[in-house]
């Protein structure tokens, strides 16, 4: 697996004042789920510090097509269709990937007096 196939995805979600302690049991619930679904390398679900009906959930997939797989899963779709009446505004999903830019400067290797290591 190369790092620079590795998708990251942020997903905002807003939730209702009132319903912040439900949303929270279920996204974290799911998050659990996720974790052990083939190609998942990170799921957290963090809360904003100012703003306790701001939840952001933070992924890491080995792939887009293990990403867009979670997407088809039962507990994504139940979550889905539980979660769509505490939401204040539709979540907002974001995704990324790693950007690289080739080096022009060319890197030198020489040994310490040692031999067992290199100094770049």
């Known amino acids: ?3 620079l196939a590795v998708l990251h995805v942020v997903v905002d979600i807003y939730v209702q004042s009132d319903k ?3 949303v929270k049991k279920l996204l974290y619930d799911l998050a659990s789920q ?3 679904e083939e190609g998942c390398m990170r799921y957290r679900l963090c809360e904003d510090l100012a ?3 701001h939840l952001i959930c933070i992924e890491q997939w080995e792939t887009e ?3 867009e797989d979670h997407l088809k ?3 994504i779709k139940k979550c889905g269709e539980e979660l769509k009446d505490d939401l204040a505004s539709p ?3 974001r995704r990324y ?3 690289q830019i080739e080096s022009t400067v060319k890197k030198e290797t020489t040994t310490n007096s040692s031999g067992f290591c290199n100094i770049l």
């Open 1 to 3: 697996m190369s790092a």
């Open 20 to 22: 912040a302690e439900r």
């Open 34 to 36: 996720a974790k052990r």
């Open 51 to 53: 703003d306790k009906t």
């Open 65 to 67: 097509l293990a990403y």
């Open 73 to 75: 899963t039962e507990h």
């Open 91 to 93: 979540a907002e999903v």
């Open 97 to 99: 990937k790693i950007v």
